[in-house]
């Protein structure tokens, strides 16, 4: 068994923002492991909402997992991607949203774990002060609102804010990949987003991810590296 508990956080703690293409000397962070020579982080910490749910086997994880993980054919596809580490996981249903900043006061990302109908409602009111989320066809607030409880049986979203300082105009979830951090004695499984973006002007966005809501409990925290 696991010794330690997972929780699911309402709001994810820990979270990173990885900004692989374009930047400046100054822009660039401390080196790690994963990173690459350009990578500007930026770290994030939020409030954790947490929610104790099921310990489970090593057996039971690695069949969630296998949910999403590559075959070996498929990591070699991917292996020419410009990610700061190799995608580990694909798959997933996302969906990207200019959402214009109505203040200065905003995150750089921020990651927010929705799993229910209600609970998407609520994102968008209590953020309306701070994006513009349109309305409309094609607009985040309407399309956001069409996730139904029957949708958040067996799936939930990932909802990501996020500041691009050098625009882009698209933001697909080519995968993801997991590692792990240290934050004092504690270890957290993170799990990171690989979006890949096209030249544009616009800065601050929304991306909504679809996942199996099982496949959520197995990170402490969940982050995105954009690049080109």
């Known amino acids: 068994m696991i010794s330690k508990r997972r929780f699911l956080s309402g709001l994810m703690s820990a979270l990173l923002l990885f900004s692989v293409a374009g930047c400046s000397d100054d822009d660039k962070a401390p080196e790690k492991a994963e990173a690459t020579a350009g990578t500007n982080e930026n770290i994030t910490s939020v409030e954790k909402n947490e929610t104790l749910v099921p310990e489970l086997t090593e057996e039971e994880i690695e069949k969630i997992k296998d949910t999403y993980k590559l075959s070996e054919d498929e990591a070699e596809a991917f292996s020419n991607e410009g990610t700061s580490a190799p995608i580990v996981y694909s798959g997933f249903t996302s969906h990207y949203f200019s959402t214009p900043a109505k203040n200065d006061d905003i995150p750089v990302t921020a990651v927010t774990s929705i799993l229910s109908h209600s609970g998407m409602h609520n994102y968008?009111?209590?953020?309306?002060?701070?994006?513009?989320?349109?309305?409309?066809?094609?607009?985040?607030?309407?399309?956001?609102?069409?996730?139904?409880?029957?949708?958040f049986e067996?799936?939930?979203?990932?909802?990501?804010?996020?500041?691009?300082?050098?625009?882009?105009?698209?933001?697909?979830?080519?995968?993801?990949?997991?590692?792990?951090?240290?934050?004092?004695?504690?270890?957290?499984?993170?799990?990171?987003?690989?979006?890949?973006?096209?030249?544009?002007?616009?800065?601050?966005?929304?991306?909504?991810?679809?996942?199996?809501?099982?496949?959520m409990t197995l990170w402490d925290a969940v982050g995105i590296e954009l690049y080109k």
Request: charged letters at 30%.
């Open 124 to 151: 968008i009111e209590e953020n309306s002060g701070n994006y513009s989320f349109g309305e409309g066809d094609g607009s985040f607030s309407t399309f956001a609102e069409k996730y139904n409880d029957k949708f």
């Open 154 to 215: 067996t799936k939930g979203l990932l909802v990501i804010s996020f500041v691009d300082s050098k625009g882009g105009s698209d933001y697909n979830i080519t995968g993801a990949w997991d590692t792990v951090d240290k934050v004092g004695e504690r270890s957290l499984d993170r799990l990171v987003f690989a979006a890949k973006k096209s030249a544009g002007e616009n800065t601050v966005g929304h991306i909504i991810i679809e996942v199996d809501s099982k496949f």
